[in-house]
């Protein structure tokens, strides 16, 4: 079965710096990735998503990720966050072609502030 | 505007009380989920369901109930049986197109047992 790991819980950084928030995931087949955001006492929002081609991928809000392969990786990146990022966001893992519901899992969140 | 409606928003409920929190969508897609999140956690699947009349159980199905009639609509009922349901609610469909692979959230719900 396939995993997501978010290895930084909470991000602190200042506005107008860079930001990198990481995810790595588990699977040995092909695999469509995501990374969704939450905003306080909202639904999740897609921010972006991998299904094949270019490994990387833009997004909204000016975000973007890249798929590694090799690495297992899909780290999403922002050259300069505004205070309106603050959020929570979440890297997720589907399995490629599948429809079960299961196939589809997320990581733990990483909570991203921006501080002024 | 397509998307996902769940009401209500902000729902009390008393100890030993059953509660249906809606959940209607008008993507037309067949695959619709409900997540629980409680706070500073991430998200578990309580249920799922694949298409019009057939569900199945997700990683914390305990003390939760779920009907599928209709595409459109997928309501999760929090039973008496349910130790801690103060949570935030979730729910989602799934676009399975060739182009689509995503899931697509509603706006949440919150349970608060008083």
């Known amino acids: 079965a396939q995993s997501v790991t978010q290895l930084d819980s909470q991000v602190p950084v200042f506005e107008e710096a860079p930001v990198e928030l990481r995810c790595n995931y588990s699977?040995?087949?092909?695999?469509?990735l995501f990374w969704y955001v939450q905003y306080p006492n909202q639904g999740l929002q897609l921010l972006l998503k991998y299904l094949s081609g270019s490994t990387l991928v833009k997004g909204i809000n000016g975000f973007e990720a890249e798929f590694n392969k090799s690495q297992t990786s899909f780290h999403l990146r922002k050259p300069s966050v505004h205070i309106s990022d603050t959020a929570e966001y979440f890297c997720?893992?589907?399995?490629?072609?599948?429809?079960?519901?299961?196939?589809?899992?997320f990581g733990p969140g990483t909570r991203l502030s921006v501080l002024p | 505007d397509g998307g996902i409606t769940q009401s209500p928003k902000y729902l009390f409920r008393k100890e030993g009380q059953n509660v249906t929190l809606s959940c209607e969508q008008n993507?037309?897609?067949?695959?619709m989920y409900w997540y629980r999140q409680d706070p500073g956690q991430g998200l578990r699947l309580i249920y799922y369901s694949q298409i019009v009349n057939d569900f199945q159980k997700g990683d914390i199905a305990e003390g939760y109930s779920v009907s599928r009639e209709k595409k459109e609509s997928f309501p999760l009922t929090v039973t008496s049986a349910q130790k801690n349901p103060t949570a935030f609610y979730l729910c989602?469909?799934?676009?399975?197109?060739?182009?689509?692979?995503?899931?697509?959230f509603g706006e949440g719900s919150w349970l608060t047992v008083v």
């Open positions: 993507l037309n897609h067949d695959a």
């Open positions: 699977s040995s087949v092909s695999v469509y």
């Open positions: 989602a469909s799934k676009d399975d197109s060739i182009s689509g692979n995503t899931i697509y």
């Open positions: 997720a893992v589907s399995v490629g072609g599948g429809n079960y519901g299961q196939n589809f899992v």
